[in-house]
């Protein structure tokens, strides 16, 4: 790793290493991201330029909107130069292994924030790397994204312990993150998925364990309206996801009758909110007149991406998970 000048201190101070699961931050660094990202949402002035010198590195296998967009805005935020790299445009490419990838790129950034393929790989590259790993979305996780969507939740609700969201779709990526959520902030999550389409059964059980201490709860169904049924908030994602188009036409076939449209959302509590990770598909998992309509926080969802991300890379970067370093 690079030295820089001050104010940011060695990657090795901070107490998470890396993030590559939701689970690694525990109950308590949730809460203390939470808190620090609504500090950084009220008042962005003292995290200005609190990691100027610092360069982001961002390997993006799979393409990005929100996850690109808002971690290169947190970073500038923060003083860091993004820079974004593609699997094209490095030796990667043309096959440097992931193990000599992350020697390399350690030798110039202060982290990477990396969205691939397989779980295993990001592993790898975190193994070789000596700076902070961050996943960006892989195909089992996307951790970054349920820390926005717990932040939106408390935002809403004003409390996450207690309250009742429904997932409805396809038990990957974004399900296995908000399972983690869950656990850790106390909730009870109830996903309905397709029969084939359930959580990954490893992610399921930590999960349930974990929130054995919390009060967090997961229900499994393949029944939407009883997912729904009383819950606070409704969140679905696409139906196929980065890098499995090949079962498109299946899955729509498949995921037909789990749509999130008016009469689902019925069965909801009357205040009950939408939630999306975006990108969306109108008239496949969602109907326009939900996500368009005003029960839906998908807006507040996105832009919570971009502070969420500014307090992580704090957090990681300067190893000061409380800001307590902060003017
Ligand atoms: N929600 C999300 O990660 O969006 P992008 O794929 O646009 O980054
Ligand atoms: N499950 C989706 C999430 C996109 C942000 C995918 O992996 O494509």
């Known amino acids: 790793m690079p030295s820089l000048t001050a104010p ?8 998470l290493r ?8 525990g109950p308590h660094g949730l809460r203390a991201l939470l808190d620090l990202t609504a500090r950084l949402k009220r008042d962005p002035e003292p995290f200005r330029n609190s990691l100027a010198g610092g360069r982001l590195g961002m390997l993006f296998d799979k393409p990005s909107t929100r996850t690109r967009v808002s971690f290169e ?38 982290a990477i924030a990396v969205r691939t393929f397989s779980q295993a790989s990001l592993e790898e590259l975190a193994a070789a790397s000596s700076i902070p790993v961050i996943n960006a979305l892989t195909n089992e996780h996307h951790p970054c ?5 717990v932040m939106t939740l408390e935002e809403t609700f004003g409390t996450l312990a207690g309250i009742s969201v429904a997932f409805i779709g396809d038990g990957d990526n974004v399900c296995h993150s908000l399972m983690q959520a869950a656990a850790l902030a106390g909730f009870e999550l109830r996903v309905a998925t397709p029969p084939g389409y359930e959580p990954d059964p490893g992610i399921t059980a930590a999960a349930r364990e974990a929130g054995r201490a919390t009060g967090g709860t997961i229900l499994l169904t393949n029944d939407p309206v009883e ?34 449209d008016a009469p689902l959302m019925r069965h909801a509590s009357t205040r009950a909110i939408f939630l999306h990770c975006l990108p969306a598909h109108r008239g496949e998992e969602v109907a326009a007149e939900v ?3 005003p029960a839906s926080r998908v807006w507040p969802q996105a832009e919570n991406r971009m502070h969420t991300e500014a307090a992580l890379l704090y957090t990681i970067v300067a190893g000061d998970p409380g800001g307590e370093r902060l003017p």
Do not use: C
Request: aromatic share 8%; no cysteine.
């Open 227 to 260: 997912a729904v049924s009383g819950v606070q908030a409704v969140y679905t994602d696409v139906w196929t996801s980065m890098g499995k188009e090949a079962e498109q036409a299946t899955r729509k076939a498949t995921f037909a009758g789990f749509t999130v």
């Open 18 to 25: 890396s993030f590559l699961t939701l689970d690694q931050l």
């Open 8 to 15: 940011v201190p060695p990657a090795s101070a901070a107490p």
């Open 145 to 149: 994204q349920a820390v926005a969507d």
């Open 73 to 110: 805005s947190a970073a500038w935020t923060l003083g860091m130069l993004p820079i974004v790299l593609r699997p094209d445009e490095l030796q990667i490419g043309r096959g440097e292994t992931i193990s000599d990838t992350g020697h390399t790129l350690s030798l110039y950034l202060n």
């Open 291 to 293: 996500i368009d309509g």
